[in-house]
């Protein structure tokens, strides 16, 4: 079984079906191939929160804290400025050609999960990047971002931020859609 099948076990998604998405269109605004894990990952929960914790960044989210694309270009901004003002890159990011690109955040922390992409590596070989959001402390994990997000639900991962056991209620795990949390968008 592969890690998104063993998410699907873990914790159900949806009922209704997310609404589809037009990949080449998002790889080309992005100017990046995503791995496949991830696509997999939007294609079968959508936009939402993982165990009221973890949010997932899609493409074309009604929603633009939960918005790949916008997302992507205010952590690119955010970061840069750090980095320009001499706040240390995490390991990986020194290489040149090397980048993070943000794939989900954690409630109320301001932390944000990144791929690390290198040169020369394929998208199914980018690892995770954890960052604590409101410091300059950086946690690679050398998974994808499927797996490490089933690893974080079961308290799996080894993490300074997450772990410490099974984390889910008495119920299990849950995922909980964007538009149920925050309700109908205004857009």
């Not at 609404?19 to 079968?44: H, I, M, N, R, S």
């Not at 400025?81 to 980048?99: K, N, Q, S, V």
Request: charged fraction near 25%.
């Amino acid at each position: 079984m592969g890690d998104l099948e063993d998410l699907v076990l873990l914790c159900p998604p949806p009922v209704e079906a997310p609404p589809q998405v037009d990949w080449a269109a998002v790889e080309d605004a992005l100017g990046t191939a995503l791995p496949a894990d991830y696509k997999g990952l939007v294609d079968t929960y959508g936009g939402g929160v993982f165990d009221g914790t973890v949010w997932l960044l899609v493409p074309d989210s009604a929603y633009d804290d939960c918005d790949l694309h916008a997302q992507a270009a205010e952590r690119a901004e955010i970061l840069a400025d750090l980095w320009e003002a001499g706040e240390e890159r995490p390991d990986g990011l020194t290489e040149a050609g090397a980048r993070v690109l943000p794939w989900a955040f954690e409630e109320g922390s301001g932390a944000f999960l990144y791929w690390l992409g290198r040169p020369g590596r394929r998208p199914e070989e980018w690892t995770v990047l954890y960052n604590e959001g409101r410091g300059p402390l950086w946690e690679h994990h050398d998974m994808g971002c499927v797996a490490f997000l089933r690893a974080a639900l079961t308290g799996t991962v080894e993490s300074e931020y997450f772990g410490g056991g099974d984390a889910a209620g008495p119920a299990g795990h849950r995922f909980d859609a964007a538009c149920h949390v925050l309700g109908q968008p205004q857009r």
